[in-house]
Nanobody, 124 residues
Framework: EVQLVESGGGLVQPGGSLRLSCVAS????????MGWARQAPGKELEWVAG????????RYADSVKGRFTISRDNTKNMMYLQMDSLNADDTGMYYC?????????????????RGQGTQVTVSS
């Protein structure tokens, strides 16, 4: 059984930072493109970052480029999302997910597996 478990969300003031973590079981990340997606209230799920297994291909949504950094530790079967300079538009549920489309083709398509999510709220 595949399980993706996110952690690290919370309430943060505008301009603050958070680091999200994802631990996978039943899915060897060393062979998988992986990414982070988020869903804001009343909006559709959107990909914000993705990376190939060896990090040679990395993609970011324009809205987070320069502020978010995706990383992976395949030896621990974990993935991370460092989020800096957060603003209210970054509020939402963040999911660790395996995309159905390879990251080299862009942050498009759906997901094959997704965790339960971790809530990020940016508010003063």
């Amino acid at each position: 059984e595949v399980q993706l478990v996110e952690s690290g969300g919370g309430l943060v003031q505008p301009g603050g930072s958070l680091r999200l973590s994802c631990v996978a079981s039943g899915l060897p990340l060393i062979a998988k493109d992986m990414g982070w997606a988020r869903q804001a209230p009343g909006k559709e799920l959107e990909w914000v970052a993705g990376a190939s297994p060896n990090m040679r291909v990395v993609r970011y949504a324009d809205s987070v480029k320069g502020r978010f950094t995706i990383s992976r530790d395949n030896t621990k079967n974990m993935m991370y999302l460092q989020m800096d300079s957060l603003n209210a538009d970054d509020t939402g549920m963040y999911y660790c997910a395996q995309p159905t489309t390879l990251i080299r083709s862009g942050l498009v398509g759906g997901y094959k597996y997704r965790g339960q999510g971790t809530q990020v709220t940016v508010s003063s």
